[in-house]
T-cell receptor, first 112, second 112 residues
Framework: KNEVEQSPQNLTAQEGEFITINCSYS?????LHWLQQHPGGGIVSLFM???GKKKHGRLIATINIQEKHSSLHITASHPRDSAVYIC??????????????FGKGTLLTVNP | GEEVAQTPKHLVRGEGQKAKLYCAPI?????VFWYQQVLKNEFKFLIS????????ETGMPKERFSAKCLPNSPCSLEIQATKLEDSAVYFC??????????FGEGSWLTVV
């Protein structure tokens, strides 16, 4: 079993829809990252969370440490949001080991 | 600079040849990471550095892979005697201590 599980694997939405992508992890973590990878391959960091909720524009990320679960929400989705969204965690291995363990990603397609 | 710069963008090597990839982290970032992405969405951690010191090399296939981050030089990842299975995108990333991680555009290695 992977340490980081994402769902769904694929998601197709109509422009304007509210989107939720889920991430569950099975280990202790010090932080969780949401990343966006566009078809060209570049990776952008959207959020880094260790507790609570963060918002940036139409994107909202939440984390529940007790339940080992995080969600990424996109409000009023747009075709330019089409990308792979990846959940990645920094394991709580002590010290300053900031390497990431990745989920397999969610491919989001937003149709006009 | 304000971006992680990776070169080359694309590299084709015959099986058994050497491949060398370079990464210039963002100035002021003391942590550098190398990740290998195969099959589109499977990321594997290779190695991390804290300044010029190897911090965690648990992901490195040590027989053929080596990496360095020397002062005043780009970091490098070298693969001796490449194999077909080394075909992947190699991402370099950098961060300040425990903060947001910034990824380069990746180097696409094809071994034929």
């Amino acid at each position: 079993k992977n340490e980081v599980e994402q769902s769904p694997q694929n998601l197709t939405a109509q422009e304007g829809e509210f989107i939720t992508i889920n991430c569950s992890y099975s280990v202790g973590i010090s932080a969780l990252h949401w990343l966006q990878q566009h078809p060209g391959g570049g990776i952008v960091s959207l959020f880094m969370l260790s507790s609570g909720k963060k918002k940036h524009g139409r994107l909202i990320a939440t984390i529940n440490i007790q339940e080992k679960h995080s969600s990424l929400h996109i409000t009023a989705s747009h075709p330019r949001d089409s990308a792979v969204y990846i959940c990645a965690v920094q394991l709580n291995s002590g010290g300053s080991n900031y390497k990431l363990t990745f989920g397999k990603g969610t491919l989001l397609t937003v149709n006009p | 600079g304000e971006e992680v710069a990776q070169t080359p963008k694309h590299l084709v090597r015959g099986e058994g040849q050497k491949a060398k990839l370079y990464c210039a982290p963002i100035k002021g970032h003391s942590y550098v990471f190398w990740y290998q992405q195969v099959l589109k969405n499977e990321f594997k951690f290779l190695i991390s550095f804290q300044n010029e010191n190897v911090f965690d090399e648990t992901g490195m296939p040590k027989e053929r892979f080596s990496a360095k981050c020397l002062p005043n030089s780009p970091c490098s990842l070298e693969i001796q005697a490449t194999k077909l299975e080394d075909s992947a995108v190699y991402f370099c990333a950098s961060s300040r201590q425990g903060n947001t991680i910034y990824f380069g555009e990746g180097s696409w290695l094809t071994v034929v």
